[in-house]
Each structure stands twice: as structure tokens, then as C-alpha cells.
């Protein structure tokens, strides 16, 4: 994977959907596990959701329910749908890639591509 692009962030009200998306050029990455972090202003780069090359996926528990995680391995994106979004929801959303591990790993520095981020901003 040489170069991860985001797209889709933007500000919506609460309550509202958005849908992110991330482009990988370069290489197929369909033997990749795929993330989505999150870093709010003041705090820490978090896992959002996951998916591997089995499409077996993985959520943090402040999105589950709320949130999908899908690939397209024919055209090398992968996709995050944010539905019933809060405030809370707002910081910079950021892909990343990893093909060392068996399954996606939960650590930020386990994955050693990544993307410039898009941001998301969500207004009570």
C-alpha cells in the first residue's frame, strides 16, 4: 500500500449519517487488514472499526450499533457508515493499513500505513 485516501467527512447535525470512504493506490490491499481511528482535539488516536482480509470485523463499543465497517477488494476501498452520529462523534477520522497479522490488530502502531484524515464534525 503506498498512499490512503480519505473521503466523505463533513459536518452533520446529530442524528444524521455520514459515510467515509478510503482509497488505497498503489497495490492491492485485499490481503490487508483495514482500520478506522478516530482522534478527538486533546485526546488519543482510538480504533473505531476494523475489518481483515476475511472480512471479520471489530468495533469499539462507543460505535457498535451505530457504525459499518465494508470493503471493495475490486476497487480498493473501504468504507465506514456512520449512522445516528453524536457530538461526541467529532474528531478526525484516519484509515490505516496492516498485512503483518493474523486477523486486525487494535493497536495504533501495529499498522503501518496511514492516511491524512478527514474530519467529522457533528453539532447538537
Known amino acids: 500500500v503506498e498512499q490512503l485516501v480519505e473521503s466523505g467527512g463533513g459536518s452533520v447535525q446529530a442524528g444524521g449519517s455520514l459515510t467515509l470512504s478510503c482509497a488505497a493506490a498503489g497495490y492491492s490491499y485485499s490481503s490487508y487488514c483495514l482500520g478506522w481511528f478516530r482522534q478527538a482535539p486533546g485526546k488519543e488516536r482510538e480504533l473505531v472499526a476494523a475489518?481483515?482480509?476475511?472480512?471479520?470485523?471489530r468495533y469499539a463499543d462507543s460505535v457498535k450499533g451505530r457504525f459499518a465497517v465494508s470493503r471493495d477488494n475490486g476497487k480498493n476501498l473501504v468504507y465506514l457508515q456512520m449512522s445516528s452520529l453524536k457530538p461526541e462523534d467529532t474528531a478526525m477520522y484516519y484509515c490505516?493499513?496492516?498485512?503483518?497479522?493474523?486477523?486486525?490488530?487494535?493497536?495504533?502502531?501495529?499498522?503501518?500505513?496511514w492516511g491524512q484524515g478527514t474530519q467529522v464534525t457533528v453539532s447538537s
Open positions: 490505516a493499513a496492516d498485512d503483518r497479522w493474523i486477523g486486525c490488530p487494535t493497536v495504533e502502531a501495529n499498522f503501518r500505513y
Open positions: 475489518i481483515d482480509n476475511d472480512d471479520n470485523t
